[in-house]
C-alpha cells in the first residue's frame, strides 16, 4: 500500500502530470458547473420573479441541467442549406475552447491551478480576444441577416469594451506589479489589502465592462430578443448551441475570477492576516454542515418519498464532506479553493440578480457609455494611480 | 535531424515572407492583398524575436511590438481606404481600381 | 450574407413582422432604414380582421353582445359597456343605479388590468424582464374578481343591454376591497423598478414624441393623447355610467414622450383605484336589470355613444331601421387610430426604439383589425 | 531536445500551411480564418523562443484585433460577386517567378552561412521576466520610437475614420 502511494507521488512529481489532471478535472466538471449555473440562473430569476422556476426533475429542479443536456444533445442538428458549413461548424468550437482554455491561467486556489505564467493575466485577455471570433463567423456564416446583424452588433460591443476593461485591468496590475495570476494573490496577501480597496473605480469599470463584455443584460444587445430575435446563435440549434451556451456562461465565471483575482483577494479569505479571524478558516466545514442541515429541513418537508430520498441523500453526501473538513489537512488543502469558488458563486449572483431587474440599454447609449465614460474614467483612474504611486 | 537553430526560424520566415509577397503580387482582391501584407510582417517578426533569442538582446522583441503597431495602423488604414473605395467604385478588385481620380 | 450590402445603399427596407415577438400581436411594419435610423414606417394590418362590423348586421341586438369582447380582448368589460350603453341610448333605457355602479367598478378594474398587461409587455419590449411576473400576478387577482362574477376571465361579457343579468356575488364587495389595499404598494413595486432606472429614462425619455398639435391631428386619444398635454378624458367630459358622481383627476403629461405615456397610464392605475374605492363602498341597493323587452327592437333611428376605454376613445355608431338586427354598427376603435400615429413618432429614431414605441401606443390587434 | 524541435516543425507547418490557404482562398472569410491560423502557429512560435508577452500581445493584437476589423469589413463590403470572379491578375507568372528567383538567391546565401547562426547560451536567462524585459527596453531605450508609434496610431485612427465616414 504504502508502495503504491509512493509510486503515485513520484508520478505526481513529474512535471506534466498534475497539471494534465487538473486540465481533464476542469474540462470534465465544467459543463456540469455551467449547468448548474444555468439552474441556479434560473431558480434566482423564478425567486425574483415571485415564481418556483424548475421543480419536476429531482427534488427542486436539483436534476435540471443533465435533463437539459440529454434534450440539447438529442435535439436535430440543423445546418441552414446556404449557410457556410465550415465555418458553422467551426464557430461555436473556436467559442468554446477559447473559454475554456483560458481556465488554463486561473487561480483556484494555491495549489490547484494549472499552470502560472509570468504572463497571466494578459493571456486570459488575449484569449478571450478570440472567442469574439467564434461569434462574428457564427453570425456571418449563417447566412441569414438577424444573425449577422447581432454578430456586428456583438463584436463592436466586445471590441469597444475591452478596451475599457483592459484599461480598468491595468490599474489593478500596476498596484500588484505583476501578470502572473498567483503572484497578484500573493501581492494582495502581503500588502494586507484587497485591491479592490486601492482600485474601487476601476473594479466598478471593470464590472460594467465584464458585464458588456460577456453580453449580459443590460448590455444583452446582441441577444435583444424583443429587436433581433436571438443574436448571433440564431441559426444555431441542439449541440451546437449548447456550445454556444457553455461559452457564455464559461465567459461569466472567467470574468468573475479575474474580478476576484484582480481585486477581492483570489482565494485568500477576509482578512487574512488578522490572526483572531482564524475562525473564519472553519468556513468551509461549516457552510457545508448548513447545507446539509438545509437539505435535511427540505427532506422533511417533501411530500413524495423519491424526493425526500434524494434531498435526504444530499443532505449525507454535504455532512460527510462537512465532516471531512474538519480535519485539519483537508481543512487547509480546500480553503482556498472554498473562498475562491464562494466569491465566483456571488459575483455570479450578482450577474444574474442585475440581469433580472434593469431594462436593457439602446445601441447607440451602450457605446456611448463606453467611449464617452467607461474609457476616459479608466484612463483618468491609470493616471492618478500613477501620481500616486510616484509620490508615495 | 540536425538541432534547430536560427537558421531554420530564417527558413520559416523567408517561406512565409514568400508567401506573403506571391498573395499580394498575384491576387485581384484587395482584401485578401492586404491579408497577405499580414503575412509579410508575420514574416519579419519572426526574424526579429529569433535574432532576439540569438543574441540574448530584448530590443528584438521590443521592435516585434513596433512591428504589430504598424500592422494595427496599416489595417486600420487599408480598410478604411477599401470602405471608401468600395462605396464609390463598387469594387474590392486590384486591377479594376486604376484610375487616379473617378 | 443580405443581397444588398450595407454600404452601397443608403436606405433599406426590412420588414418586422407579422410573426415578431415584439409586435404585440400580427402587426406588420415596414421600415425604411438609413442605418439603424429610422426614415419611415408603413403599418400593415388586417391579420386578425374577423369583419366585425359585417356580424353585427346578422345578428341580433343581444346576440352581437359577446362578439364586441373580441376587439379588445385585455379590455374586454370596457368594449361590452360601450355597446350596452350605445344600444341603451337607442333604446332610451337607463340602467338601474347599481347596476351603473357595479359596472364602473367593473370597467374600472379592467382598466387597471388592461394597463397592468401594457406595464408587463411595455417593460418586457424594453428588456426589464421582470415586471411582467409581477403586474401579471396582480392582473390575475383583477382575473379572479371577473371570474367569480361571470365565470369568465378574459372575453367576460359581463353586461347585458339594460343592465346585469347576474347580482354580484356574495364576498364581491370584500374581494374588490382586498384588492385596493393591496394594490398601491405593489403599484410601488413596479415604479421601484422602473420609474427612476437610469436606464429605464434613458430609453423612454425624448422617445416617441408627439406634441399636442399632432395629437389632435392624429385624432388620437386615451393616454396617448394626454400624455401629450391635453385634459381630455370622455369620463369628464360625456360623463356615463356612474363616473359623474366620483372624484378623480386625469393625469396629464407635458413632454408627450414615451415616458409621460408611462407616467399618465400609471397615475391612471391609481385614479381607477380611488374611483373602485369611492364606488365600491356605496354601491345602492336595487335591481340590476331596468325593463327591457324580450326581444330588442329599438325604434328607427342613429345613435353614436363613446367611453373612454383603456385604450382610449371607444365608440358605437349603431343605426337601427326598426329591426331586431342593427342596421349598421360601425366601431372607433381606439388602438386603430392611435397606431396611426406610429409613424410621427418613430421616425428619426433607432430601430430599438420602434419596439419601445409600439410598445407605448398600447395596441391590441384585435381591436385594430376587428 | 527532440520534443523541443519537434514543436518547432508542427508549428512551421501550421504557419505554413495557413500562410498557402491564406492566400489561394477564394472566399475572403476563408482567407481571414486561414490568417488566423497562420498568427496562432506564430504566435506558438514566439512561445517556443520563450518572448511570452510578445506571444500574449501577438493573440490579442493581432487576432482579437486586426482579424476581426478584417471580418468586419469583409462583411460590411459585399464579397460575393468578388468570390466569383477570377481570382489572381494577369501578371502571376512574371510575379511567381520574380519571387522564386529571389527565393533561390536569399536561401542560396542563408544555406552558405548556416553555421554562423546558433542561440545564445543565456538567452533563457534573460527572457525569464520577459514582461519586465520588455517594459524596461520600450519605456527606457526607445522611448522616443514608442512615442511616435503611438502617433502613428492616432493618424491611423483619424485616417480611418476620415475615410471610412459618409459625411464629414
Known amino acids: 500500500m504504502a508502495e503504491l502511494l509512493a509510486t503515485i507521488e513520484s508520478y505526481l512529481q513529474l512535471p ?75 464557430a461555436p468550437v473556436i467559442s468554446v475552447v477559447a473559454a475554456l482554455v483560458a481556465f488554463s491561467v486561473v487561480p483556484f486556489s494555491d495549489w490547484f491551478f494549472i499552470t502560472d505564467t509570468n504572463i497571466g493575466l494578459l493571456f486570459i485577455l488575449s484569449i478571450s480576444s478570440v472567442g469574439i471570433l467564434g461569434i462574428i463567423l457564427g453570425g456571418w456564416s449563417s447566412n441569414s441577416s438577424y444573425p449577422l446583424l447581432g454578430a456586428l452588433r456583438s463584436t463592436a460591443q466586445m471590441v469597444s469594451y475591452e478596451v475599457a476593461l483592459g484599461f480598468a485591468i491595468i490599474g489593478g496590475l500596476m498596484v500588484a506589479g505583476t501578470l502572473s495570476m498567483q503572484e497578484i494573490v500573493r501581492a494582495q496577501q502581503e500588502q494586507h489589502v484587497w485591491f479592490i480597496f486601492y482600485q474601487p473605480l476601476a473594479f466598478c469599470i471593470y464590472a460594467v465592462a465584464a458585464m458588456a463584455e460577456t453580453n449580459r443584460s443590460p448590455f444583452d444587445m446582441p441577444e435583444a430578443e424583443s429587436e433581433i430575435v436571438a443574436g448571433y446563435h440564431t441559426e444555431y440549434s441542439g449541440f451546437r448551441f449548447s456550445l454556444y451556451f457553455l461559452a457564455e456562461y464559461t465567459n461569466i465565471v472567467i470574468v468573475s475570477s479575474i474580478a476576484i ?29 448548513a447545507i446539509a442541515a438545509m437539505s435535511f429541513l427540505g427532506a422533511v418537508r417533501e411530500k413524495r418519498w423519491m424526493e425526500q430520498v434524494g434531498m435526504g441523500g444530499l443532505g449525507a453526501v454535504f455532512a460527510l464532506l462537512g465532516l471531512l473538513f474538519l480535519l485539519p489537512p483537508v481543512l487547509t488543502a480546500v480553503q482556498g479553493l472554498f473562498w475562491f469558488l464562494l466569491k465566483v458563486f456571488l459575483i455570479v449572483y450578482g450577474f444574474i440578480w442585475i440581469r433580472f431587474t434593469f431594462p436593457r440599454y439602446r445601441y447607440d447609449q451602450l457605446m456611448k457609455l463606453g467611449w464617452h465614460w467607461l474609457i476616459p474614467l479608466a484612463i483618468a483612474n491609470i493616471i492618478v494611480t500613477g501620481i500616486v504611486m510616484v509620490l508615495l | 535531424m540536425p538541432p534547430v537553430t536560427p537558421v531554420h526560424y530564417l527558413f520559416l520566415s523567408m517561406a512565409l515572407f514568400t508567401i506573403g509577397v506571391i498573395g499580394v503580387l498575384t491576387r485581384r482582391n484587395v482584401i485578401i492583398i492586404l491579408i497577405s501584407i499580414e503575412l509579410i510582417f508575420n514574416a519579419v517578426n519572426i526574424n526579429l524575436v529569433a535574432f532576439s533569442s540569438q543574441f540574448a538582446s530584448i530590443s528584438g522583441q521590443t521592435f516585434a511590438i513596433f512591428v504589430i503597431v504598424a500592422a494595427a495602423a496599416e489595417a486600420a488604414v487599408g480598410l478604411g481606404i477599401i470602405i471608401a473605395l468600395f462605396r464609390n467604385k463598387e469594387t474590392v478588385n486590384a486591377d479594376e481600381i486604376d484610375l487616379m481620380k473617378w | 450574407m443580405p443581397d444588398k450590402t450595407f454600404l452601397d445603399t443608403n436606405e433599406i427596407v426590412i420588414n418586422m413582422g407579422p410573426q415578431h415577438p415584439s409586435t404585440h400581436g400580427v402587426l406588420r411594419v415596414i421600415l425604411k432604414l438609413d442605418g439603424e435610423k429610422v426614415l419611415g414606417t408603413e403599418c400593415i394590418i388586417g391579420y386578425l380582421h374577423r369583419g366585425v362590423e359585417k356580424i353585427a348586421e346578422n345578428r341580433t341586438y343581444t346576440m352581437f353582445n359577446p362578439y364586441v369582447d373580441r376587439m379588445d380582448y385585455v379590455a374586454a368589460v370596457s368594449n361590452g359597456l360601450g355597446y350596452c350603453e350605445a344600444v341603451e341610448k337607442l333604446l332610451n ?172 397610464r400609471m397615475e391612471e392605475m391609481r385614479q381607477s383605484l380611488r374611483i373602485i374605492e369611492q364606488a365600491v363602498g356605496r354601491i345602492p341597493e336595487g335591481p340590476v336589470m331596468a325593463k327591457v323587452p324580450k326581444i330588442i327592437k329599438p325604434p328607427a333611428g342613429e345613435v353614436y355613444h363613446s367611453i373612454e376605454a383603456p385604450k382610449g376613445e371607444l365608440g358605437y355608431f349603431v343605426v337601427s331601421d326598426g329591426s331586431t ?46 | 531536445m527532440v520534443l523541443h524541435d519537434f514543436f518547432f516543425y508542427i508549428l512551421a507547418a501550421i504557419i505554413l500551411g495557413g500562410g498557402i490557404l491564406t492566400i489561394t482562398r477564394r ?43 478584417f471580418l468586419f469589413v469583409i462583411m460590411l463590403v459585399n464579397l460575393d460577386e468578388a468570390a466569383k470572379q477570377r481570382q489572381f491578375n494577369r501578371q502571376w507568372g512574371l510575379a511567381l517567378g520574380c519571387v522564386l528567383l529571389l527565393v533561390a538567391e536569399v536561401g542560396y546565401f542563408l544555406y552558405q552561412g548556416r553555421d554562423s547562426f546558433s542561440f545564445a547560451e543565456s538567452s533563457g536567462v534573460l527572457l525569464q521576466n520577459n514582461t519586465q524585459a520588455i517594459a524596461m527596453s520600450l519605456y527606457g531605450d526607445y522611448l522616443l520610437p514608442f512615442e511616435i508609434a503611438s502617433l502613428l496610431l492616432l493618424v491611423a485612427i483619424i485616417g480611418a475614420v476620415v475615410m471610412a465616414k459618409k459625411q464629414i
Request: proline residues 5%; contains cysteine; charged residues 20%.
Open chain 3, 325 to 370: 338586427q342593427p342596421y349598421r354598427v360601425r366601431i372607433r376603435p381606439p388602438s386603430f387610430v392611435n397606431l396611426q400615429a406610429l409613424d410621427r413618432m418613430v421616425r428619426g429614431h433607432l430601430v430599438a426604439d420602434v419596439v419601445a414605441i409600439i410598445g407605448t401606443i398600447d395596441i391590441v390587434l384585435g381591436e385594430v383589425d376587428r
Open chain 1, 261 to 289: 483575482t484582480l481585486f477581492l483577494g483570489g482565494w485568500l479569505r477576509p482578512f487574512p492576516n488578522v490572526e483572531w479571524l482564524d475562525f473564519l478558516n472553519y468556513c468551509p466545514a461549516v457552510a457545508m454542515l
Open chain 1, 16 to 90: 506534466y502530470v498534475l497539471p494534465t489532471l487538473y486540465i481533464v478535472i476542469i474540462i470534465a466538471v465544467f459543463p456540469l458547473i455551467a449547468g448548474y449555473i444555468v439552474l441556479l440562473e434560473r431558480k434566482v430569476m423564478a425567486d425574483i420573479q415571485a415564481r418556483l422556476g424548475p421543480m419536476r426533475v429531482g427534488p427542486h429542479g436539483l436534476l435540471q441541467p443533465l435533463a437539459d443536456a440529454v434534450k440539447l444533445l438529442l435535439k436535430e442538428d440543423l445546418i441552414p442549406a446556404k449557410a457556410d458549413w465550415l465555418l458553422f461548424w467551426l
Open chain 4, 27 to 69: 472566399n475572403a472569410v476563408h482567407s481571414a480564418i486561414f490568417l488566423v491560423m497562420t498568427l496562432i502557429g506564430v504566435a506558438g512560435l514566439f512561445l517556443h523562443l520563450q518572448a511570452e508577452f510578445l506571444a500574449a500581445v501577438q493573440v490579442f493584437l493581432y487576432v482579437g484585433g486586426i482579424t476581426v476589423l
Open chain 3, 93 to 264: 333605457v337607463q340602467a338601474p343605479p347599481r347596476a351603473q355602479y357595479v359596472r364602473t367598478i367593473l370597467t374600472e378594474l379592467n382598466r387597471i388590468s388592461s394597463h397592468l398587461l401594457w406595464l408587463g409587455t411595455h417593460a418586457l419590449d424594453i428588456g426589464a424582464i421582470t415586471p411582467l411576473f409581477y403586474t401579471f400576478r396582480e392582473r390575475e387577482e383583477v382575473l379572479k374578481i371577473f371570474e367569480a362574477y361571470c365565470g369568465a376571465r378574459l372575453t367576460t361579457h359581463a353586461f347585458r343591454i339594460g343592465g346585469l343579468q347576474y347580482e354580484t356575488y356574495d364576498g364581491f364587495e370584500e374581494q374588490v376591497k382586498a384588492f385596493c389595499n393591496i394594490f398601491p404598494a405593489k403599484l410601488g413595486e413596479y415604479e421601484a423598478l422602473l420609474t427612476g432606472n437610469r436606464i429605464w429614462l434613458g430609453r423612454t425619455k425624448g422617445v416617441g414624441v408627439l406634441n399636442t398639435a399632432e395629437a389632435i391631428d392624429l385624432g388620437v386619444t386615451g393616454p396617448v393623447l394626454r400624455a401629450s398635454g391635453l385634459k381630455w378624458d370622455i369620463r369628464k367630459a360625456q360623463p356615463y355610467a356612474a363616473y359623474e358622481e366620483f372624484d378623480f383627476d386625469i393625469p396629464v403629461g407635458e413632454n408627450g414622450d414615451t415616458f409621460d405615456r408611462y407616467v399618465v
